[in-house]
């Protein structure tokens, strides 16, 4: 039985600055190739060598080290929506420890102004993605 991804990515220029303040081309590029497997968010099979974490009722967080980004620990942070996953920042994580408050705040911010049509939207991966 052939499944059909269930979301639409949506990835914001914000976030898209997060990333390229701190990643090669290369590691972006990688990060890239992360994001667009989010279409397939909910189906364990599809993206079960991920590691997403819960952070709050509205926030997702993708972790990912090691390969391409060596010692880096990348961190996605994203909402689901009805149809879609919003990619909200990207982060370079160096603190022990949980998310600082001040990344999460501004991610509800960005969620925020998404909702609003005030967030420049980077680009859409399609659910045929």
Known sequence: MRTEPRYEVVV??????DARKFL????????????RRLVWFGDAKKIADLDIRRLD????E????????GRLNL????????DEVVVLKTYKKEEDGQTPRHVKLLCHDRLEDYG?????VFIRYPRSA
């Open 62 to 69: 993708l972790r990912d080290k090691g390969g391409v980004l």
């Open 24 to 35: 090669s081309q290369v590691q972006y590029a990688h990060a890239v190739s992360l994001v």
């Open 57 to 60: 009722r509205k926030l997702w």
């Open 116 to 120: 609003r049509g005030l967030a420049r």
């Open 12 to 17: 914001l220029q914000a976030a898209v600055d």
């Open 75 to 82: 961190r996605v942070f994203f909402s689901v929506l009805s």
